[in-house]
């Protein structure tokens, strides 16, 4: 009987001993990810900049698309509606 409670203290200590490293593992797991992420955001802080001022295509077209209306010789990208001419493979 003695053995029996003696190896489910034994049992028990070892469980709380393993919890209490998961939780420091998974703090320092946490805090690393956290401070990664923060010197990523600050590494590309410029690059974002300069996607703010320049976006793609050197415009910004605001409007709304019609779904039923078929267009002829254009093409619609989303909102941004541009000449396809397929004559020259552009």
Excluded at 19 to 42: C, E, P
Excluded at 80 to 87: G, K, L, N, S
């Amino acid at each position: 009987m003695l053995r029996k409670v003696a190896a489910f203290v034994l049992t028990m200590a070892m469980f709380a001993l393993v919890l209490m490293f998961s939780v420091v593992l998974f703090a320092i797991v946490l805090t690393a990810g956290a401070i990664a992420m923060g010197y990523f955001w600050w590494k590309t802080r410029e690059l974002r900049k300069q996607m703010r001022e320049h976006p793609p295509g050197g415009a910004v077209i605001e409007g709304e698309v019609i779904e039923d209306e078929v267009i002829e010789g254009e093409v619609i990208e989303g909102e941004v509606i541009r000449e396809a001419d397929f004559r020259d493979g552009k």
